[in-house]
């Protein structure tokens, strides 16, 4: 069974400055899909960047760039320029791109920005 | 609907009662999830369903949780016999389908059982 390991439960970054956080996985798989979700207090789940395994290239959305390593099964998230809104519950997660492609999430880690 | 729709929002229910949560997804996906998180914790996976494909009910705690998915669209949650340790948030997610990768959140269920 696939698993996803983030090794960093609370991590904090000074405004503006840059953070990157870890995420680890466990699978036998070949085809698969690799996404970092924010939480915010809200508990709404979004989005944040998404990686097909497939693809070298890393993964880049404005601020948020990923470092995808698929041999070492590894997939942090960076982040820069670090704003108060970037405050959030960020969760790696993993997606089969077989028959059973549910979602496997890791704990989490919780970021905070420091003004 | 524009996204994925949850209810009730918040939950307060006695020890030993049943409860329905309710999640209707974004309309044509044909992918559901319903997923758990307690309090500062991460996201436990509890059943998903694709299509009409039987579900996935790996992830139920036990035999007092069950789901069902009427239409192949609005699914329902189920607790008997609610204990202290099923409080917790109770997110639904949808996606348009097996190949399709990103899935869409609902804002969750939060469930406390006094």
């Known amino acids: 069974a696939q698993t996803v390991t983030q090794s960093q439960p609370e991590m904090s970054v000074q405004e503006a400055e840059t953070v990157t956080l870890s995420c680890t996985y466990d699978?036998?798989?070949?085809?698969?899909?690799l996404f970092w979700y924010k939480q915010p207090p809200s508990r709404q789940m979004i989005l944040v960047i998404r990686?097909?395994?497939?693809?070298?290239q890393n993964a880049t959305e404005n601020r948020f760039s990923v470092n995808f390593q698929k041999a070492a099964k590894s997939f942090s998230l960076k982040i820069s320029d670090s704003q108060l809104g970037d405050a959030a519950m960020y969760f790696c997660?993993?997606?089969?791109?077989?028959?059973?492609?549910?979602?496997?999430f890791g704990k989490g880690t919780r970021l905070h920005i420091l003004p | 609907g524009a996204g994925v729709s949850q209810s009730p929002s918040n939950k307060v229910t006695e020890k030993g009662k049943d409860v329905e949560l309710r999640c209707d997804p974004i309309?044509?996906?044909?992918?559901l999830y319903w997923y758990r998180q307690s309090l500062g914790q991460g996201l436990e996976f509890l059943i998903y369903?694709?299509?009409?494909?039987?579900?996935?009910k790996s992830g139920l705690p036990s035999d007092r949780f069950s789901a069902e998915r009427t239409g192949g669209s609005v699914s329902t949650l189920t607790i008997q016999r609610t204990q202290q340790e099923d409080s917790a948030v109770y997110l639904c997610?949808?996606?348009?389908?097996?190949?399709?990768?990103?899935?869409?959140f609902g804002e969750g269920s939060w469930l406390t059982v006094v």
């Open positions: 997610a949808s996606s348009p389908g097996r190949l399709r990768n990103t899935i869409y």
């Open positions: 699978t036998s798989e070949s085809d698969y899909y």
């Open positions: 990686q097909e395994a497939y693809k070298q």
């Open positions: 997660a993993y997606r089969s791109a077989g028959i059973n492609d549910k979602i496997i």
């Open positions: 309309s044509g996906h044909t992918a």
């Open positions: 369903f694709q299509g009409n494909s039987a579900p996935d």
